[in-house]
């Protein structure tokens, strides 16, 4: 069984950062995407890792504040997201997959192992 997990999100103010962590203890980390979902609005795409090439990919809106990177050793994937705003709220999930199906992208098909997410929350 894939299992996966989110930690890290918190309330912030704008301009604040947070650390995300997607974990998992029964499959290893490699292609691996983070999307967000906010209230009343559709889940989209934040960033795409590739295992194979490095490849990385972010949505646009967050390019320049959110970092993915990995610690191999830990089998652990972060998202820093720096300068963060209120339109940034959102609940946060990491999602992996078997299969490694590139970073032209951001698409949430492309990833069957997903965690439960984690709420980030920015206001004043």
């Known amino acids: 069984q894939v299992q996966i997990v989110e930690s890290g999100g918190g309330s912030v103010q704008p301009g604040g950062s947070l650390r995300l962590s997607c974990a998992s203890t029964?499959?290893?980390?490699?292609?691996v995407g983070w999307f967000r979902q906010a209230p009343g609005k559709e889940r989209e795409g934040v960033s795409c890792?590739?295992?194979?090439?490095?490849?990385?990919l972010y949505l646009d809106s967050v390019k320049g504040r959110f970092t993915v990177s990995r610690d191999n050793s830990k089998n652990i994937v972060y998202l820093q997201i720096d300068n963060l705003k209120p339109e940034d709220t959102a609940v946060y999930y990491c999602?992996?997959?078997?299969?490694?199906?590139?970073?032209?992208?951001?698409?949430?098909?492309?990833?069957?192992?997903w965690g439960h997410g984690t709420q980030v929350t920015v206001s004043s």
């Open positions: 890792m590739s295992g194979g090439d490095g490849t990385k």
């Open positions: 999602a992996t997959d078997r299969t490694d199906s590139g970073c032209s992208g951001i698409h949430y098909w492309n990833y069957e192992y």
């Open positions: 029964t499959f290893t980390l490699t292609y």
